[in-house]
């Protein structure tokens, strides 16, 4: 079996998980510093330098390319005659995003190189990771505290992980419940699409976009601030389908399982907009989701055509 390998994919945090965990077999901690080196794609020199040193005090030297899709072409050419008779004692592990597949460079590499995926996780995926994580760390955790994390967070694997390592440490070892979520990860996220969603429905799109650009500015990922409009809509429409039936504010409250000021001001939102209105922004969100995962539309056009989309359904 190869000892090179090509970690592929639109996952971040997962591309790093990939990429230390094959580090980490190849390699212990204590020989970590001296073996171990990471290179940018035009580092040409220094990567094929490190290929042909000799380990220190180790069996493997362990090389590691990030941006693979940034690779120039004479270089790639250079990679494949290597990788056909490669340095038995070297590990080379190329990172790279989902989009250095529809290159002739993948197509070249890829042959030569071990495929590990690092692809956004489906949402049965990420629940099963996050019961795992939970598990490991002898905690509890109610179905529907998972589903709001998801709701809330997206596919976002780096910020997921971030907030439950928090809800871990708050919760000091006992159950986690879906008001445990709300309590610690929700409030920043619905006060902003509360904003949004308000914007949206006075039609003022100078203030959807001021609360964009405020969430750019704190590092927001377009498909994580999707996820945040998603998890909103969705919670507006089942709120409305659920009045539309005559269920009282007890029994909305029942159906989320959030806590009664947190689902009054929920249906106090839903109450603004009609059905027609929110079958429409569901139609735009579910477009928006496909044209990202598609490849379609590059995830910020996708967030910002969706703004519009969603601004223009409250013209008369």
Known sequence: MTSNFLIIGNDEYIRQSELDKIKNKFLALSESELNYSSHGPD???????????????AEKRVVHIKKAEDLAEDF???LSSYLENPTESSVLILTAEASFKKTKGYHKLSKLL???RADKPKPVKLKGWIRSFYS????????????LIIELKGDDTQSIKMELEKLAAFSGGERIEALHVEELVGRSVTETV?????AINAGNSGRVFKVLNDLYDQKKQP?????YLGWYIRVVQKISLLLGKGIGFDGIAGELGYSPAYTRRLTSQAKKYPSSQIKRWVKLLLEADRNIKTGRTEAKLALETLLVGLLKTTES
Not at 136 to 147: C, F, L, Q, Y
Not at 194 to 198: N, P, Q, R, S, V
Not at 223 to 227: A, D, L, S, T
């Open 114 to 116: 071990e495929e590990v």
């Open 223 to 227: 498909p994580e601030i999707i996820g």
């Open 43 to 57: 580092d040409v020199d220094g990567i094929m330098d490190s290929l042909g040193t000799m380990p220190f005090l």
């Open 76 to 78: 790639i050419e250079t």
């Open 136 to 147: 490991k760390e002898g905690i509890d955790i109610s179905p529907r505290a998972v589903d």
């Open 194 to 198: 509360f904003k949004i969603g308000d």
